[in-house]
């Protein structure tokens, strides 16, 4: 079974840079999309951004013009970059991957990324 491991997280402060690496373990064309999530602290896990194997992109309206998502398939390896960050960016960024059943039911473990004032 495939694994997703991210790194890259770290701490930053606003208007800083941050970009994230998730690595797939296996074929990263068993997996029709990639995706970033985030989990702020007491709130729930929401998308952030999705990339298809065609290199389509979608991103969640707040960080739209800041965040990039790519990925380079010869190293199985999906990445977020991360520029103008914000306070309210912090937050533990999971990537994710769907397969054929079209669910999101891949997962890494997170990474941290922490936005200072």
């Known amino acids: 079974q495939a694994q997703l491991e991210e790194s890259g997280g770290g701490l930053v402060q606003v208007g800083g840079s941050l970009r994230l690496s998730c690595l797939v373990s296996?074929?990263?064309?068993?997996?029709?999309?990639m995706a970033w999530f985030r989990q702020a602290p007491e709130k729930q896990r929401e998308w952030v951004t999705t990339i298809t194997t065609s290199g389509a992109t979608n991103y969640i309206d707040a960080v739209k013009g800041r965040f990039t998502v790519s990925r380079d398939n010869a190293k199985n390896t999906v990445y977020l970059q991360m520029n103008s960050l914000k306070v309210e960016d912090t937050a533990v960024y999971y990537c994710?991957?769907?397969?054929?059943?079209?669910?999101?039911?891949?997962w890494g473990q997170g990474t941290q990324v922490t936005v200072s004032s």
């Open positions: 296996g074929n990263i064309f068993s997996f029709n999309a």
């Open positions: 994710a991957a769907r397969g054929p059943e079209l669910a999101w039911n891949y």
